[in-house]
């Protein structure tokens, strides 16, 4: 018995490994792709500067037409199946960005989740049954489902609509982009672990107990709920960068894990891997999709020569495309915190 615990445990904590490992390495590649961007937009820069006549740099943008892609929303439906598809693939092959850096990440998330998951049952023996607390427990749960966060996302997107707020509107779309995001892949997960929940079996949280003769669809590993919530908190505290409004949405997050675990409905390290994994996911959605550089008609593009140790920038203003509410955003990302 205490050879398949150990066993359990091991696929458990290799389970661990390879979502940190999907999760970090997500950051990455991110950080990778913007580098790069940048670097390809540097040459450019540094080209059109190179010329001398501005009148042909001007007639060179009206006789260009406008590349201005697409934002996922109500009249661009079609954008945001491409954007899901895009951020499953990114999420999925982060393993292959993974750098040795990485390991100050990866390492620390692995051992908590393996001691977590070592201590599991006895944690959920030590806070008993208390069918009040349960009850209450899945009451306040139910606020940070994956259909409930979904649902408040997409109000926050309407309600930006209907008062013309972009940023209100960005927040929505980016909340429920990365809710979806996280859910589908939880459900993955769940389904590659099969692992029982609390209330469930002998009350071990075992993984795959039965072999492949028992086969749950909503298995225990990881978290829905934790994930769902803290992917949207992670969007919200990012589009509103003060404490009060972080404190608040990482609170909301925090309330729906603990209450999944004093409902018994899952265990600490289901709630430890699916929290962790939605924070990211929804920073990985703000990365690739926050509206703030697409189509501002703003543009700043540090320069840097190292042959002379001089740096400086370029900044492109197109007063065709401007949107000043998006480069009022990308001030206020400016200001020191």
Not at 79 to 101: E, F, N, R, V
Not at 284 to 290: G, K, Q, S, T, W
């Amino acid at each position: 018995m205490e050879i398949l615990r150990s066993r359990s445990i091991f696929r458990a904590f290799a389970y661990s490994v390879l979502i940190c490992e999907m999760l970090i390495g997500g950051s990455t590649a991110a950080s990778a792709q913007t580098t790069d961007s940048s670097g390809e937009q540097t040459q450019e820069a540094q080209a059109a500067s190179s010329t001398s006549q501005p009148s042909d740099q001007a007639s060179k943008y009206e006789q260009q037409p406008s590349t201005e892609s697409a934002i996922c929303g109500v009249a661009h439906l079609g954008q945001c199946l491409k954007d899901i598809g895009h951020d499953q693939a990114g999420i999925w092959t982060s393993p292959l960005h993974i750098a040795p850096g990485d390991a100050i990440w990866l390492l620390p998330f692995a051992g908590a989740t393996g001691v977590a998951i070592h201590y599991d049952a006895q944690a959920q023996q030590n806070l008993g049954i208390d069918k009040s607390r349960i009850d209450t427990s899945n009451t306040i749960s139910g606020f940070g489902s994956p259909y409930a966060t979904f649902g408040g996302a997409a109000g926050v997107y309407f309600l930006g609509l209907a008062t013309h707020n972009e940023h209100l509107a960005e927040t929505g779309r980016l909340g429920a982009e990365a809710v979806l995001d996280a859910s589908l892949v939880v459900e993955a997960l769940k389904l590659t672990t099969n692992r029982e929940r609390p209330n469930e079996g002998n009350g071990q949280g075992g993984f795959w107990p039965h072999g492949t003769r028992s086969y749950e669809l909503d298995g225990s590993f990881p978290s829905g709920h934790a994930a769902a919530s803290f992917a949207l908190a992670r969007v919200i505290a990012s589009e509103y960068p003060s404490k009060p409004v972080q404190v608040a949405s990482y609170a909301f997050a925090l309330a729906i894990s603990a209450s999944r675990v004093t409902a018994r409905q899952h265990f600490p390290s289901d709630v430890l891997v699916g929290g962790t994994f939605g924070y990211l996911v929804g920073g990985y959605v703000v990365r690739h999709h926050a509206a703030e550089n697409v189509g501002s008609g703003f543009s700043f593009i540090p320069v840097v020569d190292v042959s002379t140790h001089t740096f400086g920038g370029t900044i492109e203003l197109r007063p065709d495309r401007l949107n000043l509410a998006k480069v009022g955003q990308f001030v206020n990302r400016m200001r020191p915190k």
